[in-house]
């Protein structure tokens, strides 16, 4: 079991960045593949950015390819969300999760709380 707790949300202008980190505790994230999922109001919950266990393997939404990486520290049971130029359909509250492997990223064992991002125009 995993318990996956996400900070780094806020208010952000149009064009600016933030950065949203997932503390995992409990059995380490370096088990899991581990990714963010977003929802925004009235729409559904769709995954954002997923990576490997190793940190080696990538994949992200094409509506946020070149502006969003992510990244972990395994040392740490961190992971990251680097968002940058973000605009105002990127509010939405985000939600990290943990999956057994990246392949099985769109069910997820496990889910954080939530950490909610608005961009203001």
């Known amino acids: 079991q995993v318990q996956l707790v996400e900070s780094g949300g806020g208010l952000v202008q149009a064009g600016g960045s933030l950065r949203l980190s997932c503390a995992a505790s409990?059995?380490?994230?370096?088990?899991?593949?581990m990714g963010w999922f977003r929802q925004a109001p009235g729409k559904e919950r769709e995954i954002v950015a997923a990576?490997?266990?190793?940190?080696?393997?990538?994949t992200y939404a094409d509506s946020v390819k070149g502006r969003f990486t992510i990244s972990r520290d395994n040392a740490k049971n961190t992971v990251y969300l680097q968002m940058n130029s973000l605009k105002p359909e990127d509010t939405a509250d985000y939600y990290c999760a943990a999956s057994a492997n990246i392949a099985a990223m769109q069910t997820p064992d496990h889910w954080g709380q939530g950490t909610q991002v608005t961009v203001s125009s």
């Open positions: 409990g059995r380490t994230s370096r088990s899991y593949a």
């Open positions: 990576i490997s266990r190793s940190g080696f393997s990538t």
